[in-house]
Nanobody
């Protein structure tokens, strides 16, 4: 059974930073690409970033230069470092096994002054 558990969300002021974590179990973590998506209130879930099993990252234009995705296969964990946060980054952030229908429940990020 695949499980993805996100953590690290919270409330921050604009310009602040957060680091999200997602720990996976039930999969051979090093085999798969991993991704982050987010869903703002009343909107569809959208792609934010992904990292290949070899560590190559890709980003949505909306977060390029501000967010960094990384992975630690020894810990079965993927991270999302978020800097210079903006109010429009407010959303529930979900971890995903890229290309598969495996999702975490999400961690809420609120950016507000």
């Amino acid at each position: 059974q695949v499980q993805l558990v996100e953590s690290g969300g919270g409330s921050v002021q604009p310009g602040g930073s957060l680091r999200l974590s997602c720990t996976a179990s039930g999969i051979s973590f090093s085999t798969y690409g991993m991704a982050w998506y987010r869903q703002a209130p009343g909107k569809e879930r959208v792609f934010i970033a992904r990292v290949s099993n070899g560590g190559s990252p890709r980003y949505a234009d909306s977060v390029k230069g501000r967010f960094t995705i990384s992975r630690d296969s020894a810990k079965n964990t993927v991270y999302l470092q978020m800097n210079n946060l903006k109010p429009e980054d407010t959303a529930n952030y979900h971890c995903n096994v890229y290309g598969f229908n495996y999702w975490g429940k999400g961690t809420l990020v609120t950016v507000s002054s």
